[in-house]
Each structure stands twice: as C-alpha cells, then as structure tokens.
C-alpha cells in the first residue's frame, strides 16, 4: 500500500446550525486519482476547503502531505497545488506573467523559475501563446494555465475543484489527458471534485458524498458493482398499468423517474424478452445498458444528480464587467 | 490503482524550507509589480486619469481665474490658476492613489484574490504590496502634470522637483493606505459608489485643492483640519510656488493654518505619514482575519 498523503477523521464543518460536512473519513494515497463526487451542496468544496486550508473545520482533524491543516496551513500550502472553481487569472497579464507571480508568492527559487515555467507551459501545450494576455484565451485554455499554475511549485498534491464545470465536452476530455499526463511526469497526487458523474470514470477511486457524509467510497468498478447487475429502462404510455404488472408478473419493484420505468436486474438479456413477452401494457421503448455512476447514486440517494446552476458569483461577476467596462 | 509514477521531482518540493520573511518581501516586490505592469498597459486608462485634471485646469481654473480677476491674490499677484494648478496635481494624486489600492476590491470580485491570499505568505505582505503599488500609480500621474507648469504660468527649478517628489509620495502613500483600508473592509463592488460620493469627494472639495483653507466658516474649517488630504496638498503647493516670484507672505497667505498658525512642512508631513502608516496597519489587522 502506497503512502498515505491525505487524512482527514471525522471533519466537521457547521454554519450556525447547518451542518455542510457531518463527519467525513478518508484516505487518499500517493500517486492516484481521487474523485469527490455529489451532487451541489453536498458538501465537496467544503471539504476540499478545509483539506486546503481556507477554511478552518469545526472539529475533526485532516492532515495533508503529513501536515495537519489547523496546525500549519502555511507548511499544508507550500507543498498542495490548487486550481479553484472560479476562475482566479489576471486576464489582464500574459500566460507568462500570470506564472511569473505564481513563482514568486510561492518562492520558487529565482535560478529554476524560468526552466519550471517553460516546462510548465509546455506540459499543458501553452509555450505558443504564452507571451498572449489572458483575455484573449479560450476557456480550456484558462484552465490549463490554471492548472500549469498549481503545478508549478511542485506539489506533492493537486487540488482541483470542479476543474471542468462550464468547458464542452471536447475541451473536458482534453484537460483529462493533460491530468493524466502530468501524474505520470510528476508523480503527483490528484485530489478533485466533481458532479459530472462520466469524469469520475477517469479516477483511480472515488467518494460519493451526498449531504454532508460519504455514501460510498471504492474504484469506479467497486461502486458500479453496488447496483445489481444491468439496468433496463422501458417507456410505456400506460405507465402505471406496467408498473403494477411488472411487480406482478416480473417481482421487479421498478424506479419511476419521468415517465419512464426503470429496473436494476442480475441478468439484462434474458429479462428483457420475458418483459416483453409477458406485459400487457404497452411498451414503447426499451433500453439496457450497464450500470453507470449516475445509477449508483441514484441507488444510493434515491435522487439524480443534476447539472449545477449558474451560481449567484457568476452573476454577480457578469454585472461586475458589464458595469466597469474598459477597467478590466 | 497505478501508484507506479511515484518519481523523485517530489523532492525538492519538501527539501527547501523556505524563509517566510524574505517569502514576504518577495511578494510584496511581485504585488507591486504587477500594478506597475496593469498600470503601463491599460493606455487608456492613463490617457483618461489625464483628461479629468486637464479639464479642471483649462476649464474651471480659466473660467474662475478670469471671472475672479485680480481679486483672488488680493494684490499679491498670485492667480487663480496658479494657486489651483498644485490642488489639481494633488487630485490626481488622491483619485489615483485610492483607485489604484482599492483595486483589491476588483481583484477579489474577478478571483486574482484567491490566488494571492491562498500563497504561503504573510497577509500583510498583500496589504503592504497594494498600498505600494498604489502609492507608485499615484506618483506618476502626479508628476506628469508637472509638464503643464510652464503654461499655468508656473515656474520650477530642478530642486523644486527634487522636493515635490518626496512630497507627492508621502501624500500618495497616506491616500493608497486609506485604500488599501478601504478595500480590506469591502467584500464586493457595491460599496463602491457609497465611497466614490460619501468619502473620496468631500476629501477633494475639503483638502484646499480647490479653495484657500482661510477665512471659512466655523464648521468648514474644522473639517478641513480633519480632512487628511489637507496636510499633503498644502506642502505641495507651497512647494510647487516657491519659484514663481511669489512673495513668501503672499504664499503664506493660502497656506494651512491652525489657530492662525502656518503649519512647518515637515508638521505637515509627519501628519500625511502618521495617517498612513495608521490606516495601513488597520488594513493588515483586517487582512489578516482570515475569510
């Protein structure tokens, strides 16, 4: 067993009476791909705030790269990488600049500064448009500097909150790669959270937290083997009628979600005749498919994880530049 | 689980203890130096921090100076636009100093924030860096308007620039220290205007960059005396005139007085510096409260 880079024990985290993280336990080892999944406000930038310092836990303890985060968040700092949500660029700097000032604050000595920052940049395929202002990058772009960034003092551990929220798919897939990359070329940990549950396939393990606690923890494989089998979904125009014939007939308890009816079975292929065969109430479709995260959560939760909305920040960060104009 | 990349750059990361104090003097060297370089670039907005004190001059200082004639030397031959002339260098300084602190504001509000205050440093190095930078902003653009001398009818020797510099900082740094302050307690940009109307006006229209501090009325008088913007626009002017063939009595004249008495440069001085280095440490107690 490898190494034990991130601890936490009973983390806690209250406001007043509401309880964001209620007691979480984990262990992350050297060298892999952790992924926070849930759902928004579950509890995961909570989490992965206290791990990185920002915010203190009401109680529990969490150490990170051997170092406890309440005793030393200034040691915790130097040696954890982070790339925030938000967007935290100075759009008015170059690439270069933006790295450049990373490198001081985190006093990367001044004889490697240069050589890390061309590596850096070249690792997330950056070296062309780093003499470029930020403004004029594209949103992977960002974000690839954003992580080239939190690399750059060569930490033992990568923060990444919600590191592909807002990018297309393409882009996503992309900043996987470079992630991927850069575990092999620098032996570094990844720590990140996620709501989409098809990225959390790329982890190494994962930690499905809903309301505040873990629901599960395993290899993506683990959790997908917490659902039974395969999952069939029908639609039928009579949904009803087939719900209580399948109960009847099937002794398959379905899932209602919109309409459709949807039942994990041991065996997909030999049910799915029988279901037809055997209904009355008309079926109009029919899928199989094996389980995915998402029904590992719906399983554990019983609800669906949706996309996130637009977050009250945005907004207010879209009426910010309209009202200032030309001063940023 | 492939934990088979463990490879040995994880080292130097956990080799070098790093000194946090020369950590913090580093930071405050690159905090700086990014206003600097924000400053440079953004043309327009030095072409735009140049307009409103040129308006000011031409429009206002003409319009006054020959509306008011002779009258407003009182014989000493001292007019209008001259006396205003290093108000104006002092507005610009005030505005651009303020500005130029308070855009921690900005920086929290577009995330760049984050980014500094997450850095393993001392968070007053941030609140020290921005009030530099701020200081810095402010000097340039105050002493750009030195060019305007010769056309206000202003005349300057070497030494007297030499002199103003030094004076142009203290003010300049009082002012980004209030900013920086001001910044620190804001946590978003709608308080912006509140400060804009309710502090930075009354602080120009009080400081005597405008009118004399003489001869006003009771309460005016007082909060003139309050206003420390007084205390660094008045040097500056007594300074910036020394050359021009003014009598020293006719100088004295304008000059910031309590109970009748002129103020000593160097009083005035140890008042902008005091203020400043007040204001700055209330903004590095404030900043240091984690949020």
């Known amino acids: ?328 | 689980m492939s934990v088979e990349t463990a490879s040995p750059t994880l080292a130097p990361a956990q080799a070098a203890p790093v000194d946090t104090r020369m950590a913090s003097l580093r930071a405050i060297y690159i905090i700086w130096y990014r206003d600097i370089l924000r400053y440079w670039r953004d043309r327009w907005r030095l072409v735009a921090s140049l307009a409103q004190p040129l308006l000011f001059l031409l429009v206002f200082g003409s319009g006054l100076s020959s509306s008011l004639g002779g009258a407003f030397g009182r014989g000493t031959g001292i007019s209008y636009i001259q006396f205003m002339y290093p108000g104006i260098i002092g507005m610009s300084i005030l505005f651009t100093a303020i500005f130029g602190a308070m855009s921690i504001v900005w920086d929290r509000e577009f995330g760049f924030l984050k980014e500094v205050l997450v850095a393993p440093i001392d968070r007053w190095a941030v609140a020290i860096g921005k009030a530099l930078g701020g200081t810095t902003q402010a000097m340039i653009q105050g002493l750009i308007l030195l060019v305007l001398a010769p056309f206000v009818g202003v005349k300057l020797s070497l030494l007297t620039v030499l002199a103003i510099v030094p004076l142009a900082a203290v003010l300049a740094f009082g002012l980004a220290s209030f900013g920086v302050m001001l910044a620190s307690m804001m946590k978003s940009l709608q308080g912006f205007q509140v400060v804009m109307n309710f502090l930075m006006m009354p602080m120009f229209f009080l400081s005597g960059a405008l009118f004399p501090l003489q001869g006003l009325p009771d309460w005016m008088t007082w909060l003139t005396r309050i206003d420390p913007a007084s205390y660094g626009i008045d040097p500056l002017r007594r300074v910036v005139l020394s050359d021009s063939g003014l009598s020293k009595s006719a100088i004295d004249g304008f000059a910031l007085t309590i109970a009748g008495q002129v103020l000593p440069i160097p009083l005035e001085v140890g008042v902008m510096l005091a203020f400043g280095l007040v204001l700055l440490g209330i903004a590095v107690v404030m900043f240091q409260r984690r949020d």
């Open chain 1, 1 to 328: 067993m490898a190494e034990t880079v991130i601890e936490a024990k009973s983390l806690v985290k209250k406001y007043g009476d509401l309880e964001a993280v209620a007691g979480i336990d984990l262990e992350v080892h050297a060298g892999e791909i952790f992924g926070f999944l849930g759902p928004n406000g579950a509890g995961k930038s909570t989490t992965i705030s206290m791990l990185c310092t920002l915010l203190t836990p009401t109680s529990g303890v969490a150490r990170v790269a051997g170092i406890d985060v309440v005793h030393d968040p200034a040691a915790v700092r130097q040696r954890i990488g982070l790339v925030f949500q938000d967007p935290s660029l100075d759009d008015q700097l170059t690439g270069r600049e933006n790295l450049e000032f990373h490198a001081f604050v985190y006093s990367v000595p001044a004889q490697d500064r240069r050589r890390r920052i061309d590596e850096m940049l070249d690792l997330l395929q950056l070296s062309d448009r780093a003499a470029s202002q930020v403004k004029t990058y594209s949103g992977g772009m960002k974000r690839r500097l954003e992580i080239a960034r939190g690399m750059l003092h060569q930490p033992q551990i990568l923060f990444l909150d919600e590191p592909t929220l807002g990018l297309d798919p393409q882009t996503r897939t992309s900043i996987w790669t470079h992630l991927n990359e850069l575990r092999s070329a620098k032996g570094v940990t990844i720590f990140m959270t996620t709501h989409y549950m098809d990225e959390a396939e790329y982890c190494d393990r994962i930690a499905i937290i809903d309301r505040g606690k873990i629901v599960a923890l395993g290899t993506p494989e683990e959790l997908k083997g917490m659902v039974g089998g395969d999952v069939v979904t029908i639609t039928s125009s009579k949904p009803d009628a087939a719900e209580r014939e399948i109960k009847e007939l099937l002794g398959v308890t379905p899932a209602r979600d919109n309409g459709s009816l949807r039942m994990e079975v041991p065996d997909g292929k030999a049910f799915v005749p029988r279901l037809v065969r055997e209904l009355q109430a008309p079926v109009d479709t029919v899928s199989l498919r094996r389980p995915s995260l998402d029904d590992v959560f719906l399983k554990l939760t019983g609800r669906v994880i949706r996309d996130e909305e637009v977050s009250a920040r945005d907004r207010n960060r879209a009426m910010a530049s309209r009202w200032m104009g030309r001063r940023r």
